[in-house]
């Protein structure tokens, strides 16, 4: 596959496993919202209630963030040229792993090549920002060799 076909299939395989994130985080919140207070007054049932909406307040932020990384994700445009520099939107293969500079998403495969969504917002980033195939980088003491970017 040429790198700009591979580039385009990972923003599409990183749009659908970030929406199952979001789809997985609605049912969380659909299911801590069915959960309701049943209107027993002993102190357990009022400590479980202030935890749920703990819980349901948690999930509510972790879904804001998702959807603002998936606008973000939206935004993104594969086209020529391709990048040469570490930037968002690059695709960057090192000798440990592959990067999709984007989001923070989880694993995910194209093609049959491991990927890994990260933010221009992730410590790695800030390591390899503007570097170039053939450059080194180092982060948690282990050293990257980028292979390629684009």
């Known amino acids: 596959m040429k790198k700009l076909e591979f580039k385009k299939e990972v923003l599409k395989q990183a749009k659908q496993k970030h929406q199952s994130v979001i789809d997985d985080l609605k049912s969380e919140l659909n299911a801590s919202e069915s959960d309701g207070y049943d209107g027993q007054t002993d102190l357990e049932e009022m400590s479980q209630d202030v935890i749920s909406n703990n819980t349901r307040e948690t999930i509510a932020r972790e879904m804001e963030f998702a959807l603002k990384e998936m606008e973000l994700l939206n935004r993104l445009v594969i086209e020529e040229p391709l990048h040469t520099e570490i930037t968002m939107g ?6 440990k792993r592959n990067f999709y500079v984007s989001a923070s998403i989880e694993d995910f495969k194209v093609d049959g090549k491991d990927m890994f969504g990260i933010s221009v917002k992730a410590p790695i980033y800030e390591a ?3 570097l170039q195939k053939g450059d080194t980088f180092e982060m948690r003491k282990q050293k990257y060799k980028i292979t390629d970017v684009y």
Not at 90 to 95: L, M
């Open 90 to 95: 690059s695709v960057v293969e090192t000798n």
């Open 128 to 130: 390899m920002q503007g």
